[in-house]
């Protein structure tokens, strides 16, 4: 049974900082490409970044320079460093894991940007 647990949420104030995780399971962690998405109240869900097997990379323009994706195949989980907060990050993250015509969505995690 495939499972993807994310962790890390919470609130924390403009500027600061917070680290998510996801612990994928049943399934072989390191052959899929991995992704955080997003979703804000009354929005679509938009992807935040993503990390392939071999480790390239790619964000939203919107987090460029504030948030590092990396993921530890050894510990089958994936992280978003998420620094300079701001309040329009605020939503519920999710991580997905990809390959060619499946996926898996975790549970989502919510992050909170508020003074």
């Known amino acids: 049974q495939v499972q993807l647990v994310e962790s890390g949420g919470g609130l924390v104030q403009p500027g600061g900082s917070l680290r998510l995780a996801c612990v994928g399971s049943g399934y072989i962690f390191s052959i899929y490409t991995m992704g955080w998405y997003r979703q804000a109240p009354g929005k679509q869900r938009e992807l935040v970044a993503a990390?392939?097997?071999?480790?390239?990379?790619n964000y939203a323009d919107s987090v460029k320079g504030r948030f590092t994706i990396s993921r530890d195949n050894a510990k089958n989980t994936v992280y978003l460093q998420m620094n300079s907060l701001k309040a329009e990050d605020t939503g519920v993250y999710y991580c997905?894991?990809?390959?060619?015509?499946?996926?898996?969505w975790g549970q989502g995690t919510q992050v909170t940007v508020s003074s």
């Open positions: 990390i392939t097997s071999g480790g390239n990379t």
């Open positions: 997905k894991a990809i390959r060619l015509a499946r996926d898996y």
